[in-house]
């Protein structure tokens, strides 16, 4: 089924008003980890009392320790903001960006 622009704009906006409503978005300055290890990855959730739920990272770049400590947790799921599509949105529980995410979603969303 193909959309157009502005339905698939409009789905995005919605469904980050939800999120936002919902409490369910959180900023973070930046995911970092001096080695790939799974534990690392696993403290920092948490710290942010994230532990046991479903999660998706919108990230400016995805760094590559990150990427190897998180790629075998099963409710987490690292994405590119740019490559974000509603069903990514919706389909978590809490949404993480980093803050050159947040301007990059928010420039996306302008330009569409």
């Known amino acids: 089924m193909k959309l157009n622009k502005k339905v698939k704009q409009l789905a995005r906006k919605s469904a980050l008003s939800y999120k936002l409503l919902q409490d369910r978005i959180r900023v973070i300055e930046a995911l970092t980890l001096e080695e790939p290890k799974t534990r690392l990855f696993l403290d920092f959730l948490k710290k942010m009392n994230l532990e046991n739920e479903k999660i998706t990272f919108l990230l400016h770049d995805i760094d590559e320790n990150v990427y190897l400590a ?43």
Not at 87 to 105: G, T
């Open 70 to 112: 998180a790629r075998n947790l099963p409710n987490v799921y690292l994405l590119p903001a740019a490559q974000a599509s509603t069903y990514d949105i919706m389909d978590c529980e809490y949404l993480l960006l980093d803050e050159k995410a947040v301007s990059l979603v928010n420039e996306m969303l302008k330009s569409e």
